[in-house]
Nanobody, 123 residues
């Protein structure tokens, strides 16, 4: 089992950047595929990005590719989401998720979730 704690959210102006962090407990962090999802007001939780267990494969939502970058530091049991050129539409609660095995774009495939961190982008 793994516990996840997100941090780094906040208020930023359009065009700005934020880096979210997700700290994971447990000694087998490297065996988990990690992902970020987000839920905007009035919308379903949607896939943002994911990282394979081996750290060799990344996946992004098509609409976010080029602005967002996911990375992981297995030594620190942490996964990051660098968000650049932020837009008001990026306003959402961002969640970190983990699962054993290969990564997935489907939220129901992830059994472990953090509590979320709020990102607000002002115009």
């Amino acid at each position: 089992q793994v516990q996840l704690v997100e941090s780094g959210g906040g208020l930023v102006q359009a065009g700005g950047s934020l880096r979210l962090s997700c700290a994971a407990s447990g000694r087998t962090f490297s065996s988990y595929a990690m992902a970020w999802f987000r839920r905007a007001p009035g919308k379903e939780r949607e896939f943002v990005a994911a990282f394979s267990t081996g750290g060799t494969i990344t996946a992004y939502a098509d609409s976010l590719k080029g602005r967002f970058t996911i990375s992981r530091d297995n030594a620190k049991n942490t996964v990051y989401l660098q968000m650049n050129s932020l837009k008001p539409d990026d306003t959402a609660v961002y969640y970190c998720a983990a699962r054993s095995g290969v990564y997935s774009r489907i939220r129901s495939n992830y059994p472990y979730w953090g509590q979320g961190t709020q990102v607000t982008v002002s115009s």
